[in-house]
């Protein structure tokens, strides 16, 4: 994956910490970050995504660009 396009970067563009989301998404720091490296796309997954979304994330250029 481009490092321009990962999901950290779009968590940087938001200007929030792991830890602000994490409690705005009752999720865990370890399944949060496990999602945003590429580790976990589960539920977790979508909840951020949905999350990212609702704050104009761009899906179609993610996964546009998206490599395993």
Same mark, same amino acid.
């Given at each position: 994956?481009?490092?321009? #396009?990962?999901? !950290? !970067?779009?968590?940087?563009?938001?200007?929030? +910490? %792991?830890?602000?989301?994490? !409690?705005?998404?009752?999720? +865990? %720091?370890?399944?949060? +970050?496990?999602?945003? #490296?590429?580790?976990?796309?589960?539920?977790?997954?979508? !909840? /951020?995504?949905?999350?990212?979304?609702?704050?104009?994330?761009?899906? #179609? /250029?993610?996964?546009? #660009?998206?490599?395993?």
């Amino acid at each position: 994956m481009n490092p321009d #396009n990962s999901l !950290k !970067k779009y968590r940087e563009r938001l200007g929030k +910490s %792991q830890k602000e989301i994490c !409690k705005e998404l009752n999720m +865990s %720091q370890a399944t949060f +970050s496990k999602v945003e #490296n590429g580790l976990a796309h589960g539920d977790a997954f979508i !909840k /951020y995504i949905k999350y990212l979304v609702e704050h104009d994330f761009d899906m #179609n /250029y993610y996964f546009r #660009n998206w490599k395993e």
